[in-house]
């Protein structure tokens, strides 16, 4: 047994020498792949130290975009609303004209109506006195009749005269739109030719 007990010391020896490579390879290898696993775990913690800085800046950047976006807005909101405001001022503005202008027009067109219904009050007036006047100018002229004939030649002249004045009336009433002067007129010549 002798020679079995040198091979299986010698084998025991040289696996006990293996097993001292391996076991250093295997010491090697795993201080290698501790080492290899701390700096992974660093560069995790750097990777998530990192990305949570940048998680953080890009919140930053989305809260600094929508204030810009809000302030953007909410001047243009301002001043969509001052535009609004400016226009409703000056709508408010062209209403109030319009309607002193319109108020204006009423109150002349009033003026205007007043005048023409006095004028045609007056005119309604100088008509009856026209008619007045034929009238009488018929009475005398039949009172002539009876008188005799020269009496028939004044009232001509003054039938002639009378129409006339009532031509010469209207045409003055025409051309300044004044009844009282026109008035005035006939009555003086009327006298003048009855008396004179």
């Known amino acids: 047994m002798g020679k079995k007990s040198r091979i299986a010391a010698a084998a025991t020896a040289a696996a006990a020498g293996r097993n001292s490579r391996l076991i250093e390879n295997l010491k090697t290898v795993t201080a290698s792949l501790a080492k290899e696993a701390l700096q992974t775990r660093k560069k995790m913690e750097q990777l998530q130290f990192h990305l949570a800085s940048m998680a953080a800046d890009r919140d930053i950047c989305d809260g600094l975009e929508r204030d810009v976006l809000a302030l953007v807005l909410s001047s243009s909101l301002g001043e969509a609303a001052e535009r609004r405001t400016a226009e409703m001022t000056a709508a408010t503005e ?24 006095s004028l045609v009050t007056e005119k309604d007036a100088k008509n009856k006195e026209l008619e007045d006047l034929k009238e009488r100018l018929q009475s005398m002229e039949e009172q002539a009749r009876k008188r005799g004939k020269p009496w028939k030649k004044w009232l001509y002249s003054a039938a002639a005269t009378a129409t006339l004045l009532a031509t010469t009336a209207l045409a003055t009433f025409c051309c300044d739109g004044s009844f009282a002067a026109s008035r005035i007129c006939l009555r003086e010549i009327f006298f003048f030719f009855f008396f004179f």
Do not use: D, F, T
């Open 94 to 117: 062209r209403e109030r004209n319009l309607s002193a202008k319109i108020e204006s027009a009423v109150a002349e067109l009033n003026a205007a109506e007043m005048r023409l219904l």
